[in-house]
C-alpha cells in the first residue's frame, strides 16, 4: 500500500507561483511512476505532469508546458510540481497519483492522494 498525501495548494493571483507536494509513505516511491492530475468543477480529471521512476523523463501536457516542472526527491519520498505564470484556468483541485510503470504516462494509477485545491484569482 502507499499512502499519497499532498500539499502546498491555495489562492494565488494570476502570474504567481505555488509548488506542490506529495509526500508518499507505506512504500519507496522509486518503484514508481508519478503525475500529477487536476480537476475544475464540471470538467473532467486531466492529466497534467507525469515523471519517470526514477526522474530522468517528464512529460507535461499542452496547457502547462512551459509554466510548470514536476521533479522528485526518491530519498524523500516526495514528488514536487512548480506551478509558475499561473492563470485562472489552472484553478482546481490538484492529485497526485502513482503507478507502477516505466513510462511516464499515468494511465491506470494504483494510488491516488485526496487532492490540493488551487484558486487563481484574476
Known amino acids: 500500500q502507499v499512502q499519497l498525501v499532498e500539499s502546498g495548494g491555495g489562492l494565488v493571483q494570476a502570474g504567481g507561483s505555488l509548488r506542490l507536494s506529495c509526500a508518499a509513505s507505506?512504500?519507496?516511491?522509486?518503484?514508481?511512476?508519478m503525475g500529477w492530475f487536476r480537476q475544475a468543477p464540471g470538467k473532467e480529471r486531466e492529466f497534467v505532469a507525469g515523471i519517470s521512476r526514477s526522474g530522468s523523463s517528464t512529460y507535461y501536457a499542452d496547457s502547462v508546458k512551459g509554466r510548470f516542472t514536476i521533479s522528485r526527491d526518491n530519498a524523500k519520498n516526495t514528488v514536487y510540481l512548480q506551478m509558475n505564470s499561473l492563470k485562472s484556468e489552472d484553478t482546481a483541485v490538484y492529485y497526485c497519483?502513482?503507478?507502477?510503470?516505466?513510462?511516464?504516462?499515468?494511465?491506470?494509477?494504483?494510488?491516488w492522494g485526496q487532492g490540493t485545491q488551487v484558486t487563481v484569482s484574476s
Open positions: 507505506g512504500r519507496t516511491l522509486s518503484s514508481y511512476a
Open positions: 497519483a502513482a503507478e507502477r510503470t516505466g513510462g511516464v504516462i499515468i494511465t491506470s494509477p494504483g494510488y
